[in-house]
């Protein structure tokens, strides 16, 4: 299958942001409500601090639209500064809203982020108290508590909190004094829009594309929103908390993709990724408080129910010359009901199960093998590719073939893991490496079906054409490789760890991941075995529940 690629590149250290999501609440722009009695009718004006404080009735009425992205970019020194500038004094551009006739409610078409700081300011909520407790039930990444915890510190060492300036009196300093009446004298600035919701959303466009770009993921999942792999990408991502992109279905259905998104993302994502990486411990896709994360996600829904980007984005159905009258077949249509948003979940999570985790199915892939570079990056390519590969398993019942040759195979990842680096590095960033990289597994199972040696394996792949460009590396020319020479550390410790310090699977003697251990009796209970100690062994799920009974199957059939 030919996939039109996303940007996604290995996964970078990702910087410190605080999540503002919660602080203001989301809506459609042509949302229509019978109770108009928390509309003010107003439709021009500036704002004042005060009216952003809890209970406060333009607080009640500021939304978002629904389909813009996460407020989440800024670092906390960011928002400090912006809270500190407003204190000073100094110039803040001007928020631009759309009022709806429709609703009463208030619409922030830009500048989200500078509104949204100064109600975590009033509020003194950095994503980790009350507004975002309740947003956000399923709570926030380390990386998220670490910059909320930041972000506070920053601004008490700054400015102080609204709390506290707004009840100094006696005991202010000049400085705070003259903060303090800076504050409550201050308003803040607002541009709004005349015309209905058609125009809002045009207006949110423009801005957004040209003042302050919206990742290319983001816009895509924006233009696309109603669609099923939209919709199932959004849940995903924050573990079905946070703003309910499907709230328009019945009951029943958003507690399903709540449920669905929840579990995958656990599979996924869990543990956290921290950065030194000084564990083995690591989660199968990456960081997921990210755009890259978000890029992945998209791309795994894809592929797994085996979407092609011009049947779901309009601008590559243009690229590609059809038109909304063609093949409907082809055509992703918006989700009405929630019913195919859930199949894209499921078929989801039936690979992510496969892949990773407990459940008696799984293979449970160790991330460090298949997933992380020599140097500890992620490698986004590389988990598409395998989830292709076990789509292609799936369909011939290959789970058991592939289980037979597991150990001498992520050998030869482990011996030849720069291969993966020369081939990503060879067809770019995104998806394009794909393919190419299927075939490397694929090449590799067969040769060691055929009892090769690694050596001849890896001359078998260079001399398929899509992997020609491959280059067998000595000892001498990884040790100079700047890539290794750049982050030594985490090579050494990826090294020795994966050599000392993985535990293996008595059953096929390969890796085991922390999330697929699982404990088994060496001689079944139905053969005498006790549950004493001596007689368990650490498999991975599957060689457990699945390979193990074949082979003993198969074993008791050539005996008879």
């Given at each position: 299958m030919t996939l039109r690629p996303f940007d996604i590149k290995e996964h970078r250290v990702a910087k410190l942001t605080v999540n503002l999501d919660a602080m203001i609440a989301r809506d459609d722009f042509e949302v229509k409500i019978e109770d108009d009695s928390q509309s003010t009718g107003r439709d021009?004006?500036?704002?004042?601090?005060?009216?952003?404080?809890?209970?406060?009735?333009?607080?009640?009425?500021?939304?978002?639209?629904?389909?813009?992205?996460?407020?989440?970019?800024?670092?906390?020194?960011?928002?400090?500064?912006?809270?500190?500038?407003?204190?000073?004094?100094?110039?803040?551009?001007?928020?631009?809203v759309w009022h709806s006739q429709l609703s009463g409610d208030i619409f922030v078409v830009d500048g989200s982020h500078r509104l949204s700081a100064l109600i975590a300011w009033t509020h003194d909520d950095y994503g980790d108290r009350q507004l975002s407790s309740t947003y956000f039930s399923a709570g926030l990444s380390k990386d998220e508590l670490s910059a909320a915890k930041k972000t506070r510190e920053l601004i008490a060492k700054t400015v102080g909190s609204y709390a506290d300036l707004k009840s100094l009196g006696d005991r202010a300093t000049p400085i705070q004094r003259r903060r303090a009446n800076t504050?409550?004298?201050?308003?803040?600035?607002?541009?709004?829009?005349?015309?209905?919701a058609s125009k809002a959303e045009r207006s949110f466009f423009t801005i957004n594309q040209s003042a302050v770009a919206i990742h290319p993921v983001e816009l895509r999942i924006i233009k696309a929103r109603k669609k099923p792999n939209a919709i199932a990408a959004r849940g995903i991502i924050r573990s079905g908390t946070g703003h309910k992109y499907w709230s328009a279905f019945n009951a029943d259905v958003q507690n399903e993709i709540e449920k669905l998104s929840k579990d995958i993302y656990g599979v996924l994502f869990e543990p956290f990724l921290e950065t030194p990486i000084k564990t083995l411990e690591l989660p199968v896709a990456g960081r997921g408080q990210s755009a890259d994360g978000l890029s992945l996600v998209v791309e795994f829904i894809n592929v797994a129910n085996k979407l092609k980007t011009e049947m779901w984005l309009e601008d590559a159905q243009k690229k590609a010359g059809r038109k909304k009258s063609s093949d409907e077949r082809d055509i992703l249509p918006d989700d009405l009901d929630g019913a195919k948003t859930i199949e894209y979940l499921r078929s989801v999570k039936r690979i992510a199960t496969r892949v990773s985790g407990n459940a008696s199915r799984s293979l449970g892939l160790h991330p460090a093998v298949y997933f992380y570079s020599a140097t500890g990056r992620y490698q986004p390519a590389t988990f598409l590719a395998i989830v292709s590969l076990f789509q292609e398993l799936e369909l011939n019942d290959g789970f058991h073939a592939f289980t037979e040759v597991r150990y001498r195979l992520e050998e030869f990842l482990v011996k030849y893991r720069y291969f993966i680096n020369q081939i990503v590095r060879n067809y770019g960033a995104g998806t394009r490496g794909l393919e190419p990289l299927v075939t490397m597994y694929k090449t590799v199972i067969q040769s060691i079906r055929d009892d090769a040696s690694d050596e001849k394996i890896a001359v078998i792949l260079q001399q398929n054409e899509r992997l020609k460009f491959l280059k067998v590396m000595d000892d001498e020319s990884i040790a100079n490789s700047k890539e290794f020479t750049s982050s030594a550390k985490s090579a050494a410790f990826f090294h020795k760890a994966l050599e000392e310090g993985a535990v293996r699977c008595e059953i096929c003697n390969a890796r085991i991941h922390m999330k697929g251990i699982n404990i088994d009796h060496s001689v079944p209970l139905r053969d005498g075995g006790s549950g004493h100690s001596k007689n368990a062994q650490v498999t991975h799920p599957f060689c457990q529940s699945g390979y193990k009974e074949r082979r003993s199957h198969a074993a008791a059939s050539e005996s008879s």
């Open positions: 021009s004006g500036n704002f004042k601090l005060s009216e952003l404080e809890q209970g406060q009735i333009v607080l009640n009425m500021l939304r978002k639209p629904e389909f813009q992205r996460e407020t989440k970019d800024w670092t906390p020194e960011r928002v400090a500064e912006l809270i500190r500038s407003f204190v000073d004094g100094d110039l803040i551009p001007s928020v631009i504050f409550g004298m201050r308003q803040i600035e607002a541009q709004w829009i005349r015309g209905d």
